[in-house]
C-alpha cells in the first residue's frame, strides 16, 4: 500500500474529497489507506486571489498577509 495525498499545484482539492479517491480506488481493486497518509490544506486569498498552503494552522496568506478563511473556497465563483 502507497502514500495517497490530495497535493496538487492546478487542482486543490479540499481534503474532504478522500472519498472519491477512496471509491476510485476500490473500484480497480486497489489496496488503499483509510485516509489521506498527508493532508494538505488550501484556500484561496480573498484579497489577492493566490492560492495558499495553509501550515499549521496559520491561515493567512503568504503573498499579502489577508486572514485566509476557514472553509475550502478554491473553485472560482461561477
Do not use: K
Not at 488503499?32 to 488550501?42: D, L, Q
Not at 489577492?48 to 475550502?72: K, M, T, Y
Request: glycine content about 6%; overall charge negative.
Amino acid at each position: 500500500m502507497g502514500d495517497v495525498s490530495n497535493q496538487s499545484t492546478g487542482y486543490c482539492p479540499d481534503i474532504s474529497s478522500w472519498w472519491a479517491v477512496a471509491r476510485a480506488l476500490d473500484r480497480v481493486g486497489l489496496e488503499r489507506p483509510c485516509s489521506f497518509t498527508h493532508e494538505v490544506v488550501f484556500r484561496r486569498c480573498p484579497g489577492c486571489q493566490e492560492h495558499n498552503i495553509v501550515r499549521e494552522d496559520d491561515f493567512v496568506c503568504v503573498f499579502c498577509g489577508s486572514d485566509l478563511p476557514e472553509a475550502w473556497n478554491v473553485d472560482p465563483a461561477i
